[in-house]
């Protein structure tokens, strides 16, 4: 019985070593890249990482939450499932205050990364 539950132990050390030579994508970088805009418009937007994260890709969406320019983003990334298990997913609600951007304009934002 010590065998199998050394061989279990092992097993799941291998498997958890394997998730973590995957890579792993953060919704931050897409925020961070959004952050240096001086504008927002309310909409939605998708895209992947091409071949820097293959099989990786992201939604956005931009809503106006106060009439001062306050804005709340929401990114969703989704990663491809590994062996039978769920999605990678990461999730990033951010507030931006844009002053400079025009209220109530409903349309898609381009500014993630592609």
Known sequence: MAIFAILSLVSSNLRIARRLQEPQVDAGMLVSQLSLTNQLQEGGDSGNFGDVYPGYKWESTITQVATNGLFQVEYLVTGPSMRGQDPVQSHLSVLLWRPNSVAGLSSSF?????
């Open 110 to 114: 381009g500014g993630g990364v592609h």
